[in-house]
């Protein structure tokens, strides 16, 4: 399915839909030294990306992975890539809604980390990961310059965001290993995107770009002539991780390579309890799904749903202490407030969840992140993860894959 990117200009174009409810709880935004605001997700479900159609939001929901805004003006700083999915991972993915008439590249899919460039508040460039100027980003920033002897690339990359574009790269380094292990640092070009409509640069103006910048391009591959034969071969491949499917409206897919060794070891995973627990949690499973067989699949979201729920359920039951603690604890002692808290309103959570509870009191976690990382802690022993199941009355897994064919 192809969709009209949202037209967005300012921090309120987002915010304006909390007082509706639109803005999932898995959306959060952090506010960095450089005073920027970063949205992104910490965690995904059926329900976090709704279709597009589905509300009004559903659509600005896909750009909250890494947009940047001026903290004091709210302005937009950076757009990078919107979020897209795994061919075959949800309805709009399937072969049948895909029309290759429509004018597209195949690009590889280089195995690194995304990192975008922005003008800082402060005037100066700066480089980001989806969380922001991380570590990683200002260790490719360091590189570029490093590559940048006369500082022309670097007043080149200012210019073009300076002009309204966010360009976007691939770090690849042997210091950030996901699952290639690249022998050197590099920097690939791998789009532009205008900020306020979202629209990308045309694949084919990349190289001159890149040229400019004095790094290499990303290279858009010929158009796909049948979608069975090319998704067969790209997933049947044992190097790299895969190849993006990019139409000139801007809509994208992944094709990533089956990689049997992992595929495998998550299905015989997923026949343990306490590791169906750890993958529904974690990020590997949306890798997994479009490898499962329509029923697999339709019972592992089911799973997952439940599961979700049932850590939002009790993240909210400790939400709910620390508030009303707030209200309730008058004395401003401070050997005192601690010990009424434990005593009155964490206790009473039980066992497993009164630390956490204490955690969240002392600002020192989010509910729902503790909850979730509780578990996914207790998923290293399967006595243990058992006993936390039944506790907290987590959702049952049992299952067994139907061969593959």
Not at 288 to 308: C, N, Q, S
Request: hydrophobic content about 45%; aromatic content about 10%.
């Amino acid at each position: 399915m192809h969709y009209s990117f949202p037209r967005i200009s300012h921090i309120d174009d987002i915010e304006g839909f909390r007082s509706q409810g639109l803005i999932h709880e898995a959306f959060r935004n952090w506010t960095r030294d450089n005073g920027t605001i970063v949205y992104d997700y910490n965690y995904m479900g059926n329900d976090v990306f709704p279709p597009i159609g589905a509300n009004d939001f559903a659509r600005f929901a896909r750009e909250l992975r890494g947009i940047t805004f001026d903290a004091r003006t709210g302005a937009l700083l950076s757009r990078p890539y919107q979020k897209f999915f795994n061919a075959g991972e949800r309805e709009e993915c399937l072969e049948a809604r895909i029309n290759l008439a429509d004018e597209h590249v195949v690009l590889e899919k280089l195995d690194g980390s995304m990192i975008h460039a922005f003008i800082e508040p402060a005037g100066q460039l700066a480089f980001a990961t989806r969380s922001g100027v991380t570590w990683h980003a200002r260790s490719a920033l360091q590189w570029f310059a490093g590559q940048d002897d006369n500082g022309s690339a670097r007043a080149e990359v200012a210019a073009l965001c300076r002009a309204g574009f966010t360009p976007i790269f691939e770090w690849l380094s042997p210091d950030s290993v996901v699952v290639v292990q690249h022998q050197a640092h590099s920097l690939v070009l791998t789009a532009i995107r205008s900020r306020l409509d979202g629209s990308y640069v045309p694949a084919a103006a990349l190289p001159e770009h890149a040229t400019r910048f004095g790094i290499p391009a990303i290279v858009a591959m010929d158009p796909i002539e049948a979608w069975a034969s090319f998704a067969a071969a790209a997933r049947a491949e044992r190097s790299g991780e895969g190849y993006v499917v990019r139409f000139a409206s801007g809509y994208m897919l992944k094709v990533k390579n089956e990689l049997y060794s992992k595929i495998h070891a998550l299905k015989a995973l997923l026949t343990k309890e306490k590791d169906a627990f750890a993958i529904a949690l974690g990020n590997d499973l949306d890798d997994l799904l479009p490898h499962m067989t329509e029923a697999e699949r339709a019972k592992v979201i089911d799973f997952r749903e439940a599961l979700l729920r049932r850590v939002q359920d009790l993240a909210r039951r400790i939400d709910m202490a620390v508030e009303t603690a707030s209200k309730a604890i008058a004395t401003d002692d401070p050997r005192e407030r601690p010990k009424r808290f434990w005593l009155d309103h964490a206790q009473p959570l039980g066992s497993d969840l009164a630390g956490l509870a204490v955690q969240v009191w002392n600002g020192k976690a989010i509910a729902f992140d503790a909850v979730r990382d509780l578990i996914i802690k207790a998923t290293n022993s399967g006595p243990r993860a058992e006993g936390l199941a039944e506790r907290l009355e987590l959702p049952r897994w049992a299952f067994t894959f139907e061969a593959d064919g």
